[in-house]
DNA sequence: CGTTGTGTTGACAACAGTCAAACATGGTGG
DNA sequence: CCACCATGTTTGACTGTTGTCAACACAACG
């Protein structure tokens, strides 16, 4: 029997497995893991990471979604992205972090303290380069939301979007479920939510999404939402 | 005598060695670094990594100034960042780089190959940390830049554009020297160039800023920017 | 001196934002 | 079970910031 990572409890089960930090540990050591972690729930709209304090520690998601974002002293609101099962949270940190994190729904988090997450680098090489991995890959994502947010109207960023969370979704099913609303879209987009309704309502009438529920959307027309998302 | 550094010749006394891989190596093994790289001159407008091609190297920028873009199949460029003396280029890179970059001026670089960079990470820790603490500045930066492209203005974005390129500067001087055309500023910012220029113009008839040459503006009222940048 | 590239300025257009009202949706308690 | 309210979404009318197109200024350079 394979039982449960001393870690989380669930990694070697769960979905985030082939992306988390346990795949990267030789099976026999993974109990020192849970020296250093432990796991945590959050409730449905908790801020759980708090831009500017002192980034103490390191999360993984194990299930369920959070939004990380910035705000403004007025209260503009950027959205830096979506963290779902196996996500790592918190590379993005100097001495203080750098997004403030709240879940979206419930949340299952394993906790690691960097001092602890340090010792552990150096004790498994493997462990480094998957952090590397990580961090590139955040900032090719990174990369591609500042050409979105930066050149792309309003119908492309919403094409974008849908395939993106097309990609991500366990299933490639064509039928999306979005776990935040038109206001966490719009934060995401650059956009405000009267747009993000009209350009979703618009793509509906020419037939290349379907909206059946606010947040299930069919992608009908998947070949022409990619046209759109790159920009021709 | 110090000397030189065997990876680009010039790591060890030049600006940019604060930054720079040497400086986490310890100098009896200096001249490893040698095996798996060597310096590159680029010259002035030319494009020396090419967006989708194959990642196969890394780069350091020894001295001048190369720009980090994207482009739409329609010709919209996105500027990620530009880098300067010090700065890494290749850290956002899965199997294929995802951006190309152009050298502002003349350049010089030090390349290196990623196995070789693999080879020297396993030997040396230390390195293994930089590269990771140098990924977590530009997360970071990059999460910047997506709040001013999706929710700041025009005056609000080069406010800002200002301040970052004073706060580049080897010298913190209130006079900055802009390596880039108003295009390039344009692109960095998400705006046009008319945009840039009116809006430039906008902030010195209300003395935030003087432009005493195209490239050359003095920040007359830092205070005024600063609360200008981050909106409020 | 023309010529070319780059930057500035003006008139106008358009995409997305703002404000407001109507409309769903979902939960709660009578 | 349904009325009620709170919250979130859609739709409409209008505004405004930024983009577009075009003319012009200016410097660098042969």
Chains 1, 2 share one sequence.
Not at 12 to 27: K, N, Q
Not at 81 to 106: I, M, P, R
Not at 151 to 159: S, Y
Not at 166 to 172: F, G, L, V
């Amino acid at each position: 029997m394979l039982g449960s990572c001393g870690s989380c409890g669930q990694c070697l089960h769960c979905e985030a497995r082939s992306r988390s930090i346990c795949s990267v540990i030789d099976p026999d050591h993974v109990a020192r893991l849970a020296q250093y972690s432990h796991r945590l729930a959050v409730s449905p709209g908790k801020t759980f990471i708090q831009e500017g304090e002192a980034a103490s520690d390191f999360f993984i998601v194990t299930s369920g979604h959070a939004k990380l974002f910035s705000l403004m002293p007025d209260g503009r609101r950027q959205i830096m992205g979506f963290a779902q099962a196996g996500d790592f949270l918190g590379l993005a940190s100097g001495a203080t972090y750098a997004f403030s994190a709240e879940a979206l729904g419930s949340l299952s988090l394993c906790r690691f303290s960097r001092a602890g997450l340090a010792l552990l680098r150096r004790e498994f090489p493997d462990l480094e380069n998957r952090l590397m991995e990580e961090a590139s890959r955040e900032l090719v994502q990174a990369q591609k939301s500042m050409m979105l947010l930066g050149r792309k109207t309003a119908r492309e960023r919403l094409a974008s979007f849908l395939l993106e969370q097309h990609q991500r979704s366990p299933t490639r099913e064509i039928v999306i479920h979005l776990p935040m609303s038109r206001t966490g879209i719009a934060d995401y987009l650059g956009l405000t939510i009267e747009t993000v309704s009209r350009t979703l309502n618009a793509l509906q009438r020419e037939k290349l999404i379907a909206i059946s529920q606010v947040t299930q959307i069919t992608l009908l027309n998947l070949p022409a939402l990619e046209i759109l998302a790159r920009g021709g």
